[in-house]
Antibody, heavy 123, light 107 residues
């Protein structure tokens, strides 16, 4: 079955970096755009970024642009989120999600989500 | 950015009730609207995409509709497992944006 498993979360000090990973199984990873979405404690969902199926197109939320980088390795069926210059307001559960399309131009919507990994930014 | 205004923010209902949650987009988004269900401590689950298409495996008591920039999620007969928080999401343009959520509670 389709499965997404995030890892790499933890506690990190403000200004430091962290890389999240998302391992994908059960579908043709190289045919799907992929997203990162986050949820701060007690808050709603916030979209973070999308990457197209072959990695050439990327879009980011303004809140993370210039600090976060989304990437993928189709040979490993893995999605990544490199987070740098972390701030307290980046504290959240981070989810990866599969797009129903290739991730070019516009999304076709998210159909499968991982269980999330928690990032805490605190001194 | 497209703003998604979801209402109500919370709702109390009984088993078997029919409930409706509404989401209004600040500008046209065609049919690029999804609905998600989230239970405490769990990941969101996709229910509906393209405003009215049910995801595979989602019970038929869930339905979605569109009227212009107004979108509606309807649960025809509430079941115990339906008490959760529901989010709408527009994916017509970037940044993708979510409504603020509707918490559905047992009356």
């Amino acid at each position: 079955q389709v499965q997404l498993v995030e890892s790499g979360g933890g506690v990190v000090r403000p200004g430091r970096s962290l890389r999240l990973s998302c391992a994908a199984t059960g579908f043709t990873f190289s045919n799907s755009g992929m997203h990162w979405v986050r949820q701060a404690p007690g808050k709603g969902l916030e979209w973070v970024a999308i990457i197209s199926h072959e990695g050439s197109n990327k879009f980011y939320a303004d809140s993370v642009k210039g600090r976060f980088t989304i990437s993928r390795d189709n040979s490993k069926t893995a999605l990544y989120l490199q987070m740098s210059n972390l701030r307290a307001e980046d504290t959240a559960v981070y989810y990866c999600a599969k797009d129903q399309g290739y991730g070019y131009g516009s999304s076709l919507g998210m159909d499968v989500w991982g269980q999330g990994t928690t990032v805490t930014v605190s001194s | 950015d497209i703003q998604m205004t979801q209402s109500p923010s919370s709702l109390s209902a009984s088993l078997g009730d029919r409930v409706t949650i509404t989401c209004r987009a600040s500008q046209g988004i065609r049919n690029s609207l999804a609905w998600f269900q989230q239970k405490p401590g769990k990941a969101p689950k996709s229910l509906i995409y393209a405003a009215s298409s049910l995801q595979s495996g989602v019970p038929s008591r869930f339905s979605g509709s569109r009227s212009g920039t107004d979108f509606t999620l309807t649960i025809s007969s509430l079941q115990p497992e339906d008490f959760a928080t529901y989010y709408c999401q527009q994916y017509n343009s970037y940044p993708i944006t979510f409504g603020q959520g509707t918490r559905l509670e047992i009356k």
